[in-house]
């Protein structure tokens, strides 16, 4: 153990406490490739977005666009082979992330960037106590005590809002409801107080009720915390009550990105129109739900052009030949992949 | 507080019950384990105690044989230690249960002694293919690529050699001028032994490790010796200590085969291999010296195997 305990300490010495606002994570031109018997698969292309400390970003976008890949690009947890980084950085505080050494992403994940996963069934482990397995993370990070580290996981499991906490402590993953063990997961990433949280739709595998109250945890305890939250997610009602900033990807690709009233109020990118024209309101005429007509292209063989224009109701002869790139949008500060922005009614 | 109590339904307000309640939930019995559960299921099986009870009896019968062989004095033996050659191959009898042997010995104290060496040879042959086992399919299982080729065809390469050939070759290749001792031939079963287990743990690890408490392990920092050994290894080592009970049994029958072909154990050693070996050609006239230790040996065999069958309905969740 006196090894983790070292490790416990160059890793807390390194990064300073963070700024109110300062920047903490920089993806810039990121491309991700599988290299798959059917072909080189570009499951992300040119992704850039930032996050700042006290800010949430929400990743949008349909199953298969890449959201979940790049953000296991950012915390070094892409299979490689077959995945590889094939062009941009990420950055960490200015600290190169792409081709960092074991022991550097190491010293960063937990007490730097954390990760919830999306299925808290899953996310814990079945073999030992909820408690123990918080307080694992004190005593291998922290080097605290065993009775110092049991009661910090009580506490924070208080702090996630787990009722009886001392009792919950004690029993396994398995006797908690789904909605409990995604608390016990937050508790377990919040445990170092990381700078950045990743979740990756967080609240896509509990019913609508708890999904509200894990969201409002998360937003609270951001809120106490001022980390950087990067929110996975396709569920557009999710990110509306969050969201800062919002990133849309299709195909591995941002195609919209720009605050998230902006994205609400009016979104610029014909997909993001579809997006939320798909969504279920309470309000208005009942009649059949929109849907984009189509399905997402094969990530193998993109169309030529804006990989979305086979689905497009705007699409023009040029969309098919010219990929468009991210342009500023009049207006407003974010920006859109369309070579109609302006033109859009 | 019970369906039947009307006063407590009433006279409760809503926080108290709700109180009761979490009470209830955390209190009533003892959490649950994986572990746990197995032995819910494992102390209802007769089965289970029939088989923990022939191991008990052969794991002390082998520590303190003592206890199962005491002498028994005669007019010419004052202290019942002694063999005479004028008694050899006497069928059993009251004064000796199981016969004698060729030397004139009592052949009760004779089996009862062999359970040492049978059963040394089974734990720590078996033990040896355990560790190599997990330690190689672990990281096989685990980094994949290269490290898993790797492993792999070295356990193919030994799954090509029959099990009896490669003992022969191992033994022949260890057997030094002072002949062979009881570590030789635990090293050779060993030896031949892990690739089976190799195949198992890799195949476990495989599955296990791509589950998300891993990955959520690996998010949160974890090493990855850390996440070999804490998070994959209790969750994937079931089925293969499962397997390895089971093996148990095999390994007996092994050594008792290599001691019938004259490449086990040293010659002047007590086992029931040996034994068995010995009496293989004085069969037609002194039957009993066959049956005894043969008699042991199934007994031992199916104690680790009906004990590994009964571990397997109890641990894999597709048996519960």
Not at chain 1, 130 to 143: D, K, L, S, Y
Not at chain 2, 132 to 143: E, K, S
């Amino acid at each position: 153990m006196s090894v983790t305990e070292s490790e416990t300490i160059t890793a807390t010495e390194v990064w300073s406490p963070v700024d109110a606002g300062e920047l903490l994570l920089e993806v810039e031109d990121l491309s991700v490739a599988f290299d798959t018997n059917d072909g080189v698969v570009q499951a992300v292309s040119d992704l850039s977005w930032e996050l700042r400390a006290g800010e949430t970003l929400a990743v949008l976008g349909e199953s298969g666009s890449g959201k979940s890949v790049s953000v296991q690009a950012v915390m070094g947890l892409l299979p490689m082979p077959p995945g590889r980084i094939a062009q941009g950085s990420i950055r960490y505080r200015g600290t190169e992330l792409v081709g960092a050494s074991n022991s550097v992403m190491r010293e960063i994940r937990g007490p730097e960037i954390a990760m919830i996963f999306q299925d808290p069934l899953s996310g814990l482990n079945p073999v030992y106590r909820v408690g123990w397995q918080i307080a694992e993370m004190f005593r291998f990070h922290r080097g605290l005590s065993k009775r110092e580290a049991n009661k910090k996981a009580v506490e924070l499991m208080d702090r996630v809002e787990i009722p009886n906490p001392g009792v919950r402590a004690r029993q396994y993953p398995h006797q908690f409801s789904g909605g409990m063990r995604q608390r016990a997961m937050i508790a377990l990433a919040l445990s170092l107080d990381p700078k950045v949280l990743i979740a990756d739709e967080p609240t896509t595998a509990l019913d609508v009720t708890v999904q509200a109250q894990i969201m409002e945890l998360l937003t609270q305890l951001q809120a106490e915390t001022q980390m950087g939250l990067v929110l996975i997610t396709h569920d557009l009602g999710v990110v509306a009550s969050v969201a800062d900033r919002v990133v849309t990807m299709y195909a591995g690709r941002a195609v919209e990105t720009g605050t998230a009233d902006d994205f609400y109020g009016a979104p610029a990118h014909p997909y993001s129109r579809g997006l939320m024209a798909s969504v279920p309101r309470l309000t208005g005429e009942l009649g059949r739900l929109y849907s984009i007509p189509g399905s997402p292209p094969s990530l193998v063989h993109l169309p030529p052009g804006c990989p979305f224009h086979p689905r497009c109701t705007y699409a023009i002869d040029v969309c098919a030949t010219t990929r468009p790139q991210l342009e500023p949008v009049d207006g407003r500060s974010g920006a859109s992949a369309c070579h109609r922005t302006a033109e859009l009614p | 507080m019970t369906d039947t109590d009307p006063v407590a339904e009433l006279d409760g307000s809503l926080d108290a019950r709700d109180q009761a309640r979490f009470d209830a939930e955390g209190l009533v019995g003892p959490p649950r384990t994986y572990w746990g559960d197995a032995w819910l299921i494992l102390k209802g099986r007769w089965l289970f105690w029939v088989s923990l009870g022939i191991i008990v009896t052969f794991v002390s019968m082998a520590i303190v044989p003592q206890l199962f062989v005491w002498p028994s004095p005669g007019p010419d033996d004052p202290s019942g230690l002694f063999c005479f050659l004028s008694d050899a191959r006497q069928p059993p009898s009251s004064s000796h249960w199981y016969g004698t042997d060729v030397q004139g010995c009592d052949y009760y104290a004779q089996v009862t002694h062999g359970a040492r060496v049978s059963l040394i040879v089974a734990l720590f042959a078996t033990l040896i293919t355990v560790i190599v086992g997990i330690l190689l399919g672990g990281l096989a299982g685990y980094y994949g690529g290269g490290v898993d080729s790797l492993v792999s065809r070295l356990a193919d390469g030994f799954f090509a050699l029959p099990y009896l050939v490669g003992a022969i070759v191992v033994l022949s290749a260890l057997t030094t001028q002072e002949g062979r001792q009881i570590w030789q031939v635990t090293v050779a079963i060993g030896f031949l032994g892990w690739p089976a287990v190799v195949r198992l743990y890799r195949s476990t690890v495989l599955q296990v490790k791509n589950l998300e408490y891993v990955q959520a392990a690996r998010a949160l920092g974890a090493s990855d010796a850390r996440i070999i050994f804490r998070h994959i290894l209790p969750n994937a080592v079931a089925p293969t200590l499962v397997y390895t009970t089971i093996g148990m049994g095999a390994v007996i029958s092994v050594e008792a085969t290599l001691s019938f072909l004259g490449i086990g154990l040293p010659i002047n050693s007590i086992s029931w291999g040996i034994m068995i070996s010995e009496a293989g050609t004085r069969i037609e006239q002194s039957p009993h010296l066959l049956f005894f230790p043969g008699l042991y040996l199934i007994v031992a065999s199916l104690g680790f195997v009906l004990m590994g069958e009964q571990l397997r309905e109890a641990f894999d969740p597709r048996f519960r």
